[in-house]
């Protein structure tokens, strides 16, 4: 059979040979030593290390890049709220649709493949943020898979015509139902607002995915849903169809408290998506002294066996005023945050921007490195897998469904060949393309 691409000498393990990928109609079909076949383009890896497309599982495209719209002083939660609501309120299509390409662009140059976007749906800034991104859906259709998130940012008790937005724009091409419980006057609103979203999500069969709660502490019931969204699940049958970010609260319990919470999420199935270069950045500001790092319990929620994520979440804005859309940068991060430096925990962060971050937005069955999958690969300028965390090196090729998307050229004027790891200058030189 005559391939479509052959990706060969690949380090897809540290542990055994370098293998060959063949790729027939979008899909992995051989993985060989040696592979006696031929295709219409190949790619030598050279020994060069390759994962499966990065995956972003929580994003906000059409707030990204209003760092210099209205500088925040503070950098605090609150303020960060009230600028950003100010901004959305002035929300026009084409800028929106300028800044969320920029994103877009960096995301695929970095080996990202598939993201779950998470546009507000509320009425300071109706449905700009789901119209584009159904636009941007089908621009970026070769270079990343995009799912759309109907996200009730503003709560839904405290805004009433919310829950109709919502409904345009699944009707408009929404993927899942958002959720934000914390948003709103009363604990009971909040239990309120959850089960209106799986009210939602059981009439239009989605899935769901809610930011449960952002805050340093549990005192709050509103920041301490946890436990009520896991039976919730369970109750209603969405096992293993709900995705959970921030959860920052759950860093605050103590061990006696934390472990059956930990149980009810593992029972539940549901998909933990920590946002480190958020959290970490807003999280303890009232601390004066030992600041909490203001993370959701990773260590503790990986080692109980609940699926965990992470992801950019914001790009350059009051929430986060930092950011390239780089998955490996957020993994590098989150790794040092939880003191994940020995060999299995580094292999484990790199799952969880891979392997667990497809699981979260629901393609893990068609996701991997494996015959049959969908050939989604990164080949990176590294030469062992347990080194990509620690180069973060340059994305040598992209491949989207059995396509070459990125080609970086890294030329290394000592060794004359592409390289990580050495104190030299280079150059680089990125290509993407991009269909309208």
């Keep these: 059979m005559e391939m479509d691409l052959i990706v060969r000498h690949a380090r897809i393990r540290d542990d055994a040979p370098l293998m060959d990928i063949g790729i027939k109609d979008g899909r992995i079909v051989a993985i060989e030593e040696g592979f006696d076949g031929s295709a219409t383009q190949e790619i030598d890896a050279a020994g060069r290390a390759v994962i499966p497309g990065l995956v972003e599982p929580h994003m906000h495209l059409e707030k990204a890049f209003l760092h210099r719209r209205m500088p925040p002083i503070q950098g605090t939660l609150d303020e960060a709220i009230r600028i950003t609501g100010i901004l959305k309120g002035k929300q026009e299509r084409d800028d929106v649709l300028a800044r969320s390409r920029q994103v877009l662009d960096m995301a695929v140059r970095n080996g990202t493949v598939a993201m779950r976007a998470h546009p507000d749906v509320d009425l300071i800034q109706g449905l700009i943020g789901v119209e584009t991104l159904c636009e941007l859906q089908d ?13 009730p940012q503003e709560g839904i008790l405290k805004s009433p015509g919310t829950t109709e937005l919502m409904e345009q724009a699944i009707g408009m091409g929404a993927d899942v139902v958002g959720g934000c419980p914390y948003n709103e006057l009363s604990w009971d609103d909040t239990k309120r607002h959850i089960d209106i979203v799986f009210e939602i999500a059981q009439k239009h069969d989605l899935p769901v995915d809610m930011h449960a709660d952002f805050s340093d502490e549990c005192t709050d019931q509103r920041f301490a849903a946890t436990a009520y969204i896991a039976q919730k699940t369970i109750d209603t049958g969405y096992v293993g169809r709900v995705s959970l970010g921030h959860v920052t609260s759950l860093g605050s319990l103590e061990p006696e408290q934390l472990e059956p919470i930990i149980a009810l999420l593992q029972q539940a199935d549901i998909s933990m998506v920590t946002l480190p270069a958020t959290d970490l950045y807003l999280g303890g500001r009232n601390d004066t002294k030992n600041r909490r790092r203001g993370l959701t ?12 994520a992470y992801s ?74 347990a080194d990509v965390l620690l180069d973060m090196p340059p994305r040598s090729w992209v491949i989207k469904r059995g396509k070459v998307t990125v080609t970086t050229h890294y030329h ?22 991009k269909t309208a």
Aim: with cysteine; glycine share 12%; proline share 2%.
């Design 139 to 151: 621009e970026y259709r070769e270079l990343i898979d995009i799912q759309i998130v109907a996200f």
């Design 297 to 308: 319990p990773v260590r503790a929620l990986h080692e109980g066996g609940v699926n965990v």
């Design 312 to 385: 950019s979440n914001n790009i350059r804005n009051a929430f986060t005023p930092f950011g390239k859309a780089d998955m490996l940068v957020i993994g590098s991060m989150l790794a040092h945050a939880i003191s994940y430096g020995t060999p299995a925990h580094q292999a484990a962060i790199l799952e969880m921007g891979t392997v667990n971050a497809a699981r979260s937005i629901g393609i893990g069955r068609d996701y991997g490195i494996a015959v049959g999958k969908q050939a989604d690969l990164v080949v990176l300028d590294t030469y062992a897998v």
């Design 412 to 433: 290394c004027e000592i060794h004359g060949r592409g390289c990580c790891g050495h104190d030299h200058e280079g150059t680089q030189h990125h290509t993407h393309k």
